[in-house]
């Protein structure tokens, strides 16, 4: 039997909100072993001068937990 855990994590990027997902993915990556999926909870934008200039995303990372 496997058993699962979730970290949710913020990640960022000044370019697209699949550019701040792909980032979060990688850092995730480099820390959590076995991650299988990610659930983005929430997407938002920084705005300055009417410009967005940040994008942001809340995802939660499921990753398998080893024996």
Known sequence: ?????????ISSSSKSFEDAIEKGISRANKTLDNV??????DQKVEVVNGKITEYRVIMKVTFILKD
Not at 2 to 9: G, L, N
Not at 36 to 41: E, N, V
């Open 1 to 9: 039997m496997s058993i699962a855990k979730v970290s949710e994590i």
């Open 36 to 41: 299988k999926s990610a659930w983005i909870k």
